[in-house]
C-alpha cells in the first residue's frame, strides 16, 4: 500500500515571505514518482513537478524549490518570496512504477497574505 | 485548445436522476482515470483504463460506472445520483510509455439536491 501525508492543512504567510510546504510519503516500491500539482481558486489542477525515486537532485525552477530526501521519504516544496498569485491548493501525490495509479496527499492551503 | 475536456462544467441533478460526465483528450494517452475531490480528502480515485478494453474500479467505485467508447473518450455515469454524490470530479489522462504524469481536466462541479 501506499500513502501520502501532508500534515500541513492550511499554511498563511505574508507575502515576500518563504514557504515550505511537507510532503512525506510511503511504499514499499523501489522504483515510484512523485509529483506536485496547484489547485488555484479556478480549481483547475496544474501539474508542476515530477520526480522518480532514483533521481534525488534537487530542483529549482524560478521562485519553486523542491527537495526529495528518500531517507527521510519527503518531497518538500519551497516557495521564495511568495506572491498572492501563490494562493491556492497544493497537493503532492505518489505513483508506484509499472502500476500508474496515483495516491494523493489530502492537500494543503496556502494563503499568501498582501 | 485543451487537450482534456470535461463536459458538462457544472450540473445541478435531483436525487434518483442518471447523470453522466464525459471526458475527451487529444494527448494521444492509452490511460484514463476518474477522480472525485471532498474538501479535506483531496482526491479519490473512482475507476480507472489502461486501455479500451481494460476498466478497473478504484477505491471507491461504489454508486459509479463507466464506459471507454474510445481511447479518447471516457464516460463517468452515476446511475441513480444521490447527495453525497456531491463533489468536483476530475478526469486525467497520462501515456504509460512516456512518463507516468496524470494531465488533468478543467473539472466538473456536480451537486445533487
Known amino acids: 500500500a501506499q500513502k501520502v501525508t501532508q500534515a500541513q492543512t492550511e499554511i498563511s504567510v505574508v507575502e515576500k515571505e518563504d514557504v515550505t510546504l511537507d510532503c512525506v510519503y510511503e511504499?514499499?516500491?523501489?522504483?515510484?514518482?512523485l509529483f506536485w500539482y496547484k489547485q488555484p481558486p479556478s480549481g483547475e489542477l496544474v501539474f508542476l513537478i515530477r520526480?522518480?525515486?532514483?533521481?534525488?537532485q534537487n530542483e529549482i525552477s524560478g521562485r519553486y524549490s523542491w527537495n526529495f530526501q528518500k531517507s527521510t521519504s519527503s518531497f518538500n516544496f519551497t516557495i521564495t518570496a511568495s506572491q498572492v498569485v501563490d494562493s491556492a491548493v497544493y497537493f503532492c501525490?505518489?505513483?508506484?512504477?509499472?502500476?500508474?495509479?496515483?495516491?494523493f496527499g489530502t492537500g494543503t492551503k496556502l494563503q499568501v497574505i498582501p | 485548445d485543451a487537450d482534456v475536456t470535461q463536459t458538462p462544467r457544472n450540473r445541478i441533478t435531483k436525487t434518483g436522476k442518471r447523470i453522466m460526465l464525459e471526458c475527451s483528450q487529444t494527448?494521444?494517452?492509452?490511460?484514463m482515470y476518474w477522480y472525485r475531490q471532498d474538501p479535506g480528502l483531496g482526491l479519490r480515485l473512482i475507476y480507472y483504463?489502461?486501455?479500451?478494453?481494460?476498466?478497473n474500479k478504484g477505491e471507491i467505485s461504489d454508486g459509479y460506472s463507466v464506459s471507454r467508447q474510445a481511447q479518447a473518450k471516457f464516460s463517468l455515469s452515476l446511475e441513480s445520483a444521490i447527495p453525497n454524490q456531491t463533489a468536483l470530479y476530475f478526469c486525467?489522462?497520462?501515456?504509460?510509455?512516456?512518463?507516468?504524469?496524470?494531465?488533468f481536466g478543467p473539472g466538473t462541479r456536480l451537486t445533487v439536491l
Open positions: 486525467a489522462t497520462s501515456d504509460f510509455t512516456i512518463d507516468h504524469t496524470q494531465y
Open positions: 511504499t514499499r516500491d523501489t522504483t515510484y514518482y
Open positions: 520526480r522518480n525515486s532514483f533521481d534525488e
Open positions: 501525490a505518489l505513483c508506484q512504477g509499472g502500476y500508474q495509479k496515483v495516491t
Open positions: 494527448k494521444g494517452h492509452d490511460r
Open positions: 483504463s489502461f486501455d479500451v478494453k481494460d476498466i
